[in-house]
Every structure is written in structure tokens, then in C-alpha cells.
């Protein structure tokens, strides 16, 4: 099991089920039932997947009466965000560099083509 916060949050975030478990909760809070809903599974097996979403601090579930709400905590989505972003300013500037060398090749092929 992951001890980092940030391999906890990859590691809740690879289930599909789970991702769509946050997505849901991007819209408000909502209750276990209301989550389990498009889901062909258990009641328990929807548990588990929300333990493993509180276990990362991506979840909050509290209990008022019978009804348990489940909302989500984005600030461990933000720090996941946040290392991804600079990853993908490497693979911009990459890019950025391999078109202006893909231009730079272009037009010398153009200049010997004309003499």
C-alpha cells in the first residue's frame, strides 16, 4: 500500500469506478446510495471503492442519521495536478522544439529543391 500522499492519490485514481465515483461528487455532495446508482455492483464493493477514496483524502463521508453524504476534497487532486503540470510543460517545450526543427528541416528542403 502506498505511504506517500501522492502515490495514495495515483493509486485510488487507476480505478475507473473510482473516478467516476469523483466525478459524481464534482456536482455536490451525495449520499452512498446516490453514488452506488450507475454502478452494477454491491453496496459493499461501492463501500470499499469510497474507503479507498478517504484512505487518499480524496473523499470526506460523515453520517447525519441514516443518510451518509460523501464529498469531495480537492486539495490532494490540486498537489496530483500540480506534479502532472510539469510534465506536461516538458512535453510542450519538446514539442515546441521538434516543430521548430521539423520547420527548419522543411524549409532547407525547400532551398535545395530550388537550386
Not at 59 to 73: F, G, H, N, T, Y
Request: glycine letters at 6%; one cysteine or more.
Amino acid at each position: 500500500m502506498p505511504t506517500d500522499q501522492l502515490s495514495s492519490t495515483f493509486a485510488a485514481l487507476a480505478d475507473p469506478t473510482r473516478r467516476a465515483i469523483l466525478g459524481k461528487l464534482t456536482r455536490g455532495e451525495k449520499s452512498v446510495s446516490e453514488l452506488a446508482k450507475p454502478f452494477k455492483m454491491s453496496m459493499p464493493a461501492v463501500s470499499k471503492h469510497l474507503k479507498v477514496l478517504e484512505r487518499a483524502g480524496l473523499i470526506e463521508r460523515s453520517r447525519d442519521a441514516q443518510w451518509r453524504p460523501c464529498r469531495l476534497k480537492p486539495r490532494r487532486l490540486k498537489a496530483a495536478s500540480e506534479w502532472l503540470d510539469g510534465y506536461r510543460q516538458f512535453w510542450e517545450q519538446s514539442l515546441d522544439r521538434l516543430e521548430a526543427y521539423l520547420k527548419e528541416i522543411q524549409q532547407g528542403g525547400n532551398d535545395d529543391r530550388k537550386k
